[in-house]
């Protein structure tokens, strides 16, 4: 077996294990457990309520940490479309970069030796802002996604796009935004026309992965109809689709 030696458990630990928040923005420590973390961030952001009820079953979210889950997980696509930020600490050295900007390739993340992940920031939307996150699954509990994506919009009072971030987890090697189609809409009218348009760009930004959880046709198809179904729940032109555990009973 490989030599990992030194491990440090660094469970519990009080420095990592704090939820604050200061001007709008909560620091989540990297030793919060997702149950901790989510009593907060489902108060303040509701639309994040869904995806912690579909992350592992209740043991994996009570012993999950929000630290753990940025190297290897369901998190980082909406942290990343909230535009959150992330501590890394080496000794008394801090450096804040963007989340979106850690994740480099495959396995392969914006870390030094010996420096570890201690917060994650999140900024709290502003109350006109949009925000969904949804997960694709093949059962709806404890599953590994096949895809995920999360939209944050911001519209100016003339129905155009002002801002939107929309990242993606299982398109890519890594957590990634979806940058070529967040150009087609930003400017435009948030309308169905100008999200049908916008699908076209998904090519650009993606060329996801066959692999035991979906094809990449499937992925390619769901990650498009992910974005017209955050159009269609921003509007209000159609009834929204998330299922509730007890009607997917
Ligand atoms: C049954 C089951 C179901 C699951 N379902 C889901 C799911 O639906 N969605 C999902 O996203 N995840 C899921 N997971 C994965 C689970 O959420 C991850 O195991 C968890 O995110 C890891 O957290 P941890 O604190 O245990 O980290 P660890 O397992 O201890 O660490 C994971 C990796 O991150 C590194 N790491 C941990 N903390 C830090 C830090 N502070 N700084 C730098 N590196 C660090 C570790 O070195 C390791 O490489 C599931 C796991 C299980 C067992």
Redesign the pocket.
């Known amino acids: 077996m490989r030599d990992i030696s030194p491990a440090i458990f660094?469970g519990n630990l009080p420095g990592?294990c704090a939820v604050t928040e200061e001007n709008g923005i909560i620091s989540i420590g990297?030793?919060v457990t997702?149950t901790e973390a989510f009593s907060t961030l489902s108060k303040r952001i509701p639309a994040l309520g869904p995806l912690f009820d579909?992350?592992?079953?209740e043991q994996?979210r009570n012993?999950?940490?929000i630290?753990?889950?940025v190297?290897?997980?369901?998190?980082p696509p909406p942290l990343i479309a909230l535009g959150a930020r992330l501590t890394l600490r080496k000794g008394k050295k801090r450096r804040t970069i963007p989340l979106q900007d850690f994740f480099i390739a495959y396995g392969k993340q914006d870390?030094q030796p010996g420096e570890?992940?201690?917060a994650v920031h999140v900024p709290v939307p502003a109350k006109d802002v949009k925000f969904a996150v949804y997960k694709i699954t093949k059962r709806r509990d404890?599953?590994?996604?096949a895809t995920l994506g999360a939209f944050c919009l911001a519209l100016a009072k003339d129905g155009t796009v002002a801002d939107i971030r929309i990242a993606y987890g299982g398109m890519a090697a890594t957590p990634k935004r979806a940058s070529a189609v967040e150009q087609a809409l930003i400017g435009k009218i948030w309308s169905e026309a100008t999200v049908e348009a916008a699908m076209a760009e998904y090519a650009k930004d993606f060329t996801p992965l066959t692999d035991m959880r979906a094809t990449a046709e499937y992925r390619a198809l769901a990650a498009k109809n992910l974005l017209l179904r955050f159009y269609v729940e921003t509007t209000g032109t159609k009834a929204p689709f998330q299922v509730s555990r007890s009607e997917a009973a």
Do not use: K, Q, S
């Open positions: 660094i990592l990297a030793g997702y579909r992350i592992g079953g994996v012993m999950g940490t630290g753990g889950n190297a290897n997980g369901d998190t870390r570890f992940v201690e404890e599953d590994i996604t």
